[in-house]
């Protein structure tokens, strides 16, 4: 394989795998419109691609907090049975369609109880509907793997209702825990009690940290409550002066931290300028295990394809590239080693191979 430029038709072939992607941030817009005429819940329109164009639009403010606020019409057809089952397939089906062979969807059960579900129902049943979206995707010949992780959020004292609930679903999809929600004001080590159970049952943790604060909110992540990745992790360069490394960016380097990086939706929240200038090309190009990711594909208007369609025109990235942060995604799944091994040498590199044989390079 050379270092080739690519065009959309054959990035939305190659195989992708997002580690950070929101169930309640990726609806279609369509369903979003039926379910909430089900629910009796008034939208700022009924019209599917106007919604789409609300949802773009009041998510662009370059404000995380009223980026957050964009949630509150999607949860609100998150709430029954019918719904969940609902959104998580039609979750796993746009990803097979989007080409993703491995997926981590997170989500936080909490926001969820407003129609009368328990939380365990409401892991049971988002966990259904993700396995008949996984059926009917691989019976098309599309198959995808998608892992579970269960947020927390972190302005409520609940998280650690929620560690144990990702405890108890360890082995019923569950594969990991976040904690997500308005950064500033609301450090990761306030939920400490939560990551040290986790840590203490060996379950998997990621946390949302330097998308709208700091070096401190990456440190805290990392060296207290002791994350396997950080969500974002935009800030980091703030550590790095002229290509060299301070400590805790040569932590992340040398530990082979996965960075969970989503370039529109930081342009969204004001934590980059530019996909040009957006920190995922220098942090790659120094040799951190970056990854990339949509955020939320409904919120930030885009898909996986989208993404690394915008890095290869406007941050002149080469299907290497595509295929450098598609085996870190995998090799930093929250899933056991020999399916992460399996994944990456049976269907990633193949992938690549096969969707760059069957079309003309330029
Ligand atoms: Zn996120």
């Known amino acids: 394989m050379t270092a080739t430029r690519v065009d959309a038709d054959v990035i939305r072939r190659l195989p992708k795998a997002v580690l950070h992607d929101h169930l309640d941030g990726g609806l279609r817009p369509a369903t979003v419109v ?27 403010s370059g404000d995380l907090v009223r980026y957050i606020a964009t949630f509150e019409h999607t949860l609100a057809v998150m709430q ?52 008949a979206g996984m059926a009917k995707a691989a019976a098309a010949g599309t198959p995808v793997r998608v892992g579970t992780l269960l947020c927390g959020m972190r302005m409520f004292d609940s998280t650690r209702e929620t560690a144990d609930l990702a405890v108890a679903f ?8 976040d904690i997500a929600g308005a950064e500033d004001g609301f450090p990761p080590a306030d939920h400490l009690d939560a990551f040290e ?32 990745r950080i969500g974002h ?20 380097r040398d530990r082979r931290v996965a960075l969970e990086m989503c370039p529109t939706s930081n342009l969204q929240t004001g934590a980059a300028t530019s996909i040009a200038e957006h920190p995922i090309t220098e942090l790659k190009d120094l040799g ?31 299907t290497e590239d595509l295929r450098t942060v598609t085996v870190n995604a995998v090799k930093s799944a929250f899933i056991p080693f020999g399916e992460r091994r399996a994944l990456i040498e049976d269907v990633v590199l193949p992938g690549y191979e096969a969707a760059l044989c069957s079309s003309p390079r330029t």
């Open 80 to 131: 029954t049975r019918e719904g969940l089952l609902r959104t998580a397939e039609e979750y796993v089906l746009d990803l097979a369609a989007d080409g993703v062979v491995y997926g981590e969807v997170r989500y936080a059960p909490e926001l969820m109880l407003n129609g009368g579900l328990t939380l365990a129902e409401v892991v049971e049943t988002v966990q259904e509907g993700l396995g």
């Open 233 to 252: 992790g935009v800030r980091i360069t703030d550590d790095i002066v002229d290509g060299k490394l301070g400590r805790l960016a040569g932590w992340v």
């Open 197 to 228: 159970h986790l840590r203490r049952e060996s379950v998997p943790f990621t946390i949302h940290a330097g998308e709208a604060h700091g070096l401190p909110s990456v440190h805290q992540a990392l060296q207290v409550c002791g994350a396997q």
């Open 288 to 318: 951190f295990r970056v990854t990339l990711n949509t955020d939320n594909r409904l919120v930030s208007g885009t898909t996986m394809t989208r993404e690394m369609s915008l890095l290869v025109e406007q941050a002149g990235w080469t």
């Open 170 to 177: 360890r082995d019923a999809g569950v594969v990991g825990f």
């Open 34 to 60: 039926e379910l909430a005429a089900a629910v009796g819940h008034a939208l700022p329109t009924t019209d599917p691609d106007e919604l789409a164009a609300w949802y773009f639009e009041a998510a662009n």
